[in-house]
């Protein structure tokens, strides 16, 4: 590819249409996709920004199932969530697709078709866990296990979402159906697999070698460590009803796999796009100068940089990533987002609380992106980031500017001066942002890009600050013009070089300056509105009336953050109250079996941590009967002073058994509460007695 693109495609990844979509998805893909999609176009680039409701596999049946509705009744409902959140928060897709359109159907079992007819797929009759109970086979993620390389006891079939790694089902240990929860068997099925195998040595040259400089280092080195492990083929079909039927001979009762259907599902909103608006899609797709970049979270990193580009290489008429710039997770006040748990923050909610305040979580988000490494969001960070800099810095600057050039020559802009040093210095800084921001954002890095907008509002802050010009108007009229002239220039910059951040915000400013159709179209003329900074004279000329100040952004007081985290705090009770399990009622014992069990109130009056182990509690009680050591799993939720004179319940004979060599004689009665804590199983009545019997 040369090294101007005459076009660009930018996939956003899929959502899943089995709930809205939350701060994490916003943070990690479809923020920084905006961005360089609204960058690009301001440049005057040819832009297809695509994406679409992803709206097949088994979370959306298992959700249906849970719901007692139909797989269709669910995905209509998210999409139609999903398309306003996204629509109402400025996202600028150029198409919003989803792939149970027909469109996307026809597209994805051309595909599979192709790769068929050509024998790129490996058609083998394995083994695969069935679930005798609910009469069927078990997709990936109806079935969850033990992750066999973490230990996470919450793995899904296909994926492990604590350490990332790519599984499939038949590896999990201790699996569990998701539908029964009985053990699933194994049973004969067939299917087609893609064998990525095939593909080691070409991936290698590909990324390991054309990509090492380029691609983001957390994005290479997961990578890399699939290659370096060995790949496998792997099934692209499964059984199942809900799907893309596989449209080959053979192929019935069976769907695509939707991680084999869900990519292409970027060419079919492609292909969507170009028939609404008269275009060909195929040069986006096919021409090798098309630069394609997917925009997506770190665990989705193995389907659009192994699987998706092997597909498109096995198909052999599509043009391949140029980039795919990943990012981590981003957690929520210290914990990790969870859907399920209710944990996170909605951005449809979000519009709602925050009414015509998109930018400030477009612009914290940004601020606090997981580029690089895990970060975190909270309430009080999204608090200050709007008030101390939002308001203290750019749009403080900006109502200063405008006031005061309505105070001063009722709006119009003046005929400055001769530039003094700091003026020429103030300008040729300002010129030097478009390009520095650029290279931030075509290196992926929207954070630091979006840094150095706000320290053209500092520049901008700063002049004014320094060159004071509400004092010099009262003794020099002319210098004041001057300093007022270079401090809209800023103004002016800011309302473009803002918009790829805060498209919101920039409408408004350009509005309040009153920007002319002419400025506001960026594809006018040759030099983009973006390039136009650096090398025109006059950003607002003198004699450019601008309009009344209005406040950019408006400060969040502490009640409104508080009604944010009380949100948080109830599904924190409610997850607790969920967990609250009660253990089912154990076989049934005779009168005889319970007389049997002596159950005295006794006192602890001894306490030691036993050596080299981690829970376990040496302790001495005062059972009335005696003073015995019981031995007891207590360690890492007491320390041992505060034991001491704390009544409890003691079976009292229970033969003794030695433990680490200390012998224990009998059992202090404990129980767990909904946070997982032991607490003891205790009379509270302060005169009762060592000794007295429980009956």
């Known amino acids: 590819m040369s090294n101007t693109p005459k076009r660009y495609t930018i996939t956003a990844a899929l959502p899943y249409t089995n709930g809205p979509i939350h701060i994490g998805h916003l943070s990690g893909v479809y923020v920084p996709a905006d961005i360089y999609s609204r960058f690009l176009r301001m440049q005057g680039h040819d832009v297809a920004f695509v994406c679409g409701s992803d709206e097949h596999g088994v979370p959306i049946t298992i959700k249906a199932k849970k719901e007692g509705v139909t797989p269709q009744d669910i995905v209509d409902k998210y999409d139609g969530i999903i398309k306003d959140s996204f629509n109402n928060f400025g996202i600028s897709f150029n198409n919003y697709s989803r792939t149970s359109a027909p469109i996307h159907h026809d597209t994805a079992s ?14 083998e009759t394995t083994e695969q ?16 296990g033990t992750c066999p390389k973490c230990g996470n006891e919450e793995a899904y079939g296909d994926q492990c979402e604590s350490c990332g790694t790519s599984l499939n089902a038949t590896d999990l240990i201790n699996p569990k159906s998701a539908i029964t929860g009985a053990t699933p068997t194994l049973k004969e099925t067939k299917h087609w697999f893609l064998p990525l195998d095939q593909y080691e040595s070409w991936l290698k040259e590909w990324i390991l070698e054309g990509h090492k400089s380029d691609w983001k280092p957390n994005v290479y080195g997961q990578v890399k460590s699939w290659i370096d492990d060995g790949l496998r083929a792997r099934a692209v079909t499964r059984d199942l009803d809900w799907g893309i039927p596989v449209p080959v001979e053979g192929g019935e009762g069976k769907v695509l796999y939707v991680w084999f259907d869900a990519p292409i599902g970027y060419i079919s909103s492609t292909k969507e796009w170009a ?50 710039p990943a990012n981590e ?57 709007n008030n101390n800099e939002l308001v203290a810095i750019f749009g403080n600057f900006i109502n200063r500017v405008v006031v005061l050039t309505n105070k001063y020559y009722n709006g119009e802009v003046p005929t400055p001066g001769e530039y003094s040093t700091v003026d020429e210095e103030t300008i040729a800084a300002l010129k030097a942002y478009p390009a520095v921001i650029a290279s931030s954002i075509e290196k992926y890095r929207f954070r630091e890009a979006q840094g150095e907008l706000m320290n053209l509002a500092r520049l901008g802050n700063k002049y004014l600050a320094d060159e004071e010009p509400w004092k010099l108007v009262k003794t020099d009229e002319e210098r004041t013009k001057t300093i007022m002239y270079v401090a809209l220039q800023i103004a002016s910059a800011l309302a473009t070089l803002s918009e790829p951040f805060l498209p919101f915000t920039s409408n408004k400013l350009k509005e309040i300056l009153k920007f002319s159709a002419e400025e506001r179209n960026l594809n006018e003329d040759e030099i983009s509105q973006w390039d136009k900074i650096a090398t025109r004279e006059a950003l607002l000329p003198a004699g450019h009336t601008i309009g009344k100040a209005e406040l950019l952004f408006s400060k969040i007081e502490d009640e409104k953050i508080e009604v944010q985290l009380q949100k948080l705090e109830a599904s924190k009770a409610a997850n607790a109250k969920a967990n609250e399990s009660v253990e089912p009622q154990k076989d049934t014992a005779t009168f005889e079996d319970f007389t049997k069990m002596d ?62 060599g200390v012998e224990s004689e009998g059992m202090i009665l404990l129980t767990e509460n909904a946070e997982g804590k032991l607490v003891f199983v205790n009379p509270d009545e302060d005169d009762v007695t060592n000794g007295a019997t429980i009956n």
């Open 599 to 660: 159950l005295r109130v006794g006192t602890i009056i001894e306490a030691n941590k036993m050596p080299k182990t981690k829970k376990l509690m040496v302790l001495k009680v005062d059972t009335g009967l005696d003073k015995r050591t019981i031995v007891s799993g207590i360690a890492e939720h007491f320390k041992a002073e505060e034991l001491i004179g704390k009544k409890v319940t003691v079976l009292a004979n229970l033969a003794p058994r030695k433990l680490r």
């Open 329 to 385: 997770f981003l957690n929520l006040e210290g914990k990790k987002l969870s859907t399920s748990k209710n944990w996170a923050v909605w951005l449809h909610e979000y519009l709602q609380d925050f009414p015509g305040q998109q930018d400030v979580l477009r612009y914290a988000l940004t601020a606090n992106a997981p580029e690089a490494k895990d970060n975190d969001f909270t309430w009080k960070d999204f608090q200050a980031r």
């Open 129 to 144: 866990l069935y679930d005798a109970e609910a009469k069927q086979f078990l997709a990936d993620r109806f079935v969850t």
């Open 275 to 324: 028939e609404r608006e008269g275009k060909d899609w195929e040069p986006y797709w096919k021409d090798k100068d098309t630069k394609l970049v997917h925009f997506i979270g770190k665990d989705n990193i193995v389907f659009h940089c192994i699987i998706f580009p092997v597909m498109l290489k096995a198909h052999g008429d599509y043009i391949l990533p140029e980039n795919v």
């Open 110 to 123: 051309e595909f599979f078709k192709k790769l068929y007819d050509n024998g790129k797929f490996i058609e």
